[in-house]
């Protein structure tokens, strides 16, 4: 009988002895829960990064095709607004899948908390890991692109603007236009078409860049690369400009030089059935928009181009 009550109490010391204890350590329970949290959502967003925004914005953030994101100055509100709806007229498309895009709220919220707390060493783990993954799905398909130069045009970011054979790109009016734009709508010149420049004017537009395209130092690619690059360019056959496109285009020339309006809205009508490419379509269009609205010297200007084979002034400002 006493023996039972000394245990009775013996044990009852120590249960409120381990709940004190428990609730001295709550907080830092809690800090530390809270850290793993955070750890958690800083691991998928790094993922996400590196699987979708690398190519464009560089592996380690310091900006390729697009703009450096680490040392984000970006409130997070216009953060958000980015990434989930793109910025129009760029390849900076929309990412939220209420915009058709391929990334869930969910994953941009843990994108954007990765973005404000950057870090490189665990960017590099996450992909070391996705590398030792990939590397057997790559052991499978080895010959993805043809060559260095092709897997640099495309790894580089240059693919992303002008195209995954350099054919130039361009954005086909869609449901997300609709929201700033009313009525017919053509399509927008993204970047040209390469081939056919020399290896001189792409060296001076990487190395120095434009308004319109970012220059690449020699940290970001190198001569060795940059000559990689130039020759995947000089491969490709320049695109045909078949006999009826050409003489269309002549023929329209002639016409807006003479200010033969609808003449030249005809032989316009006719090309863009000729035209093969979507930037060559693209840019015709923009002639049309411009006979259209009386920009006469303009039109001749981009038909000019166009018809000595030079890129024409299609692009978007
Ligand atoms: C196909 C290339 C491409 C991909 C992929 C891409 N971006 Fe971009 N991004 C760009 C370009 C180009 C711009 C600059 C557009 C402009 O304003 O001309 C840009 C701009 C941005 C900006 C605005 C930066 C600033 O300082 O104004 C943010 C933020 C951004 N991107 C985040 C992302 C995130 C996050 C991802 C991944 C989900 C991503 N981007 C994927 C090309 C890309
Ligand atoms: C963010 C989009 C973007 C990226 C990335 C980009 N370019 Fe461009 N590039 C353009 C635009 C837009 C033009 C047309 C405006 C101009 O000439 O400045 C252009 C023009 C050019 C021209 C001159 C074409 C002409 O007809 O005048 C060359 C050559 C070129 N780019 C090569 C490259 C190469 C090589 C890369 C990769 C190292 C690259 N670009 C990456 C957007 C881009
Ligand atoms: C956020 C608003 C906004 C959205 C979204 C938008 N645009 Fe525009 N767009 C404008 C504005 C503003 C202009 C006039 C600026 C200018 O003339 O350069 C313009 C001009 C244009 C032009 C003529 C300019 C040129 O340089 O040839 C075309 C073509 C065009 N947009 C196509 C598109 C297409 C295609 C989409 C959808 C993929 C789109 N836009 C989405 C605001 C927008």
Redesign the pocket.
Known sequence: MKNQMIIGIILTLIIIIFIGVYWANEPARQEAARQELFQEKMELGARTYATQCARCHGINGDGL?GPPLTGNRLPEEALTRIIQRGIPHT?MTAWSAEEDGPLRDSEIRHLITFINSWDDDLLDSVREESARESGEAAAAEPDKFASTGESLFNG???A???GNNALGRVVKPGPSCLSCHTGDLRSLE???A?PG?SAE??TE??REG?K???S?DEDK?TEDELGE?IAFIEDIPVPEISGDLEASLSEALEAVRNEEIFWAGLQLEEALTAAELDVQKAQIEKVIENVADGNLAEAAEQLEAMVSGE?GDG?AH
């Open positions: 095709a390849v580089k970011g240059c992303a603007c002008h993204i970047a040209p390469l420049h004017e792409i537009k990487v434009s319109e395209m970012p690449f690619i690059i890129e692009h």
